[in-house]
C-alpha cells in the first residue's frame, strides 16, 4: 500500500533543522510542478543565443573603441556575456534547448568557443553532478574533502586546495576546467569518442584562434579581448557554483546516506544576483528547479521555483551574493565534517 505524502505549503519560521521525509521521492517533487515548465519555447531559445551573440559582439566593439580607464568595465561586460552563452550550451548538454539531440549538440559547441570547453567532456562530467549532486564519493563540481583526506595530500595540494576554498575561490572553476574535460582517456566506448572530438576541437581552436588573434591585435589584444572576459567568466563561473553548493548548512553526504530527492531539493541553494547579470546569464541562478529536472528549460525557471516555494518553500535554501556571504564561506566551508557540514582549516592543526 502507497504511503500517503503530505506535501508543506509555507516555510515555518524556525531554525530548527528540517529534514525531507524518506518517502518522498524526486518523482513526487517532479510531479508537483506544472507541466508547462517542462516545454520547450523555440523563439525564448533562440532569441536568447541571439541576444548574448549581439552582446560579446558589443562588448568586443566596445574594446577596440574605449579608451584604457573603460576596459575593465568591458571585461566583465564580455565576460558576463562569455558566462551567458555558455549557459546557453549549458542547456544544450541536458538537451532543454532543443528537441533534436544533432541541433543540442551543434550549438553546444559552437557557444563553448569563447570560453574554451569541451562540450561532450564537460556535459558527461556535468550530468553525474547532476546525477549525485553533494554525494562525497561521486559528486564532481564543488566536493569537500575531509579530514583525513586533506592530510593525505602533497604539501602542494594542501596549498592548492586552501587558495581555491579560500580567497582563490574565483579560479576553482578555470582548475576544474583544466582537470576534468580534456581526458578522453578515462573514458570507455561511444563517450571516449564524443570526449576526444570536443577535446581534440577545442585544441584546435586554441591553436589556431590565438595565434591568429594575436598577429592580428597583438599580445594585448590576445589578453584584451579573450582572457581577461575570459577569467571574468570563470569568476562568475565559480562564484556561481559555490554559492549553489556552499553553505554552513548544506550537508554533502556519504553515499550510505545520499537520498535523492534530499540532496536535489536541499542540497542546492537558491541565490540572487544584480538583475542585469541574471538577465545576461539566462536565470541560472534559479537553481533550484535546475537540480530537481535537467529537463526545465532556463526560461522556465523562474515558473517552476514559485511552484517549488509553494509546496516544498520550507526544505529550500538561499544564498546571497555578497562580500559578506562569500567571506563566511571561504573563511569555514573548507572540509567536510559529519556532525558540523564544514570546518574551516584552522580546526585541522
Known sequence: MKTAIAYPSARPQTDEKIHLDSNIRLRDIINTLPREVFSKDPVK????????????????????????YCLPLLWLFTGSAFTGLFVIGHDCGHRSFANRKWINNLIGHLVFIPCIYPFHGWRIKHNIH???TNCLEIDNAWKAYSREEYNSFHPIEKWAYRGLRGKFWWLASAVHWANL??????FAGKEREQVRFSALFVIAQMAIGFPLLIATTGLWGWVNYWLMPWLVFHFWMSTITLLHHTKTDIAFKPKSE?????AQLMGTAHCQYPRWFEWMAHDINVHI???IST?????????A????????GKYMTT????????WKITSVCHLYDEDKCYQPFTQNG
Open 45 to 68: 531559445a533562440w532569441s536568447g543565443l541571439i541576444i548574448n551573440l549581439i552582446l560579446v559582439g558589443l562588448g568586443w566593439w566596445g574594446t577596440a573603441i574605449a579608451p584604457w
Open 130 to 132: 547532476h546525477k549525485y
Open 181 to 186: 574535460h580534456f581526458q578522453w582517456w578515462t
Open 258 to 262: 545520499w537520498n535523492e530527492a534530499e
Open 289 to 291: 528547479p535546475h537540480h
Open 295 to 303: 529537463a526545465i528549460p532556463w526560461y522556465n525557471l523562474r515558473q
Open 305 to 312: 521555483h514559485a511552484s517549488l516555494e509553494q509546496n516544498w
Open 319 to 326: 544564498n546571497e551574493f555578497s562580500l559578506s556571504s562569500l
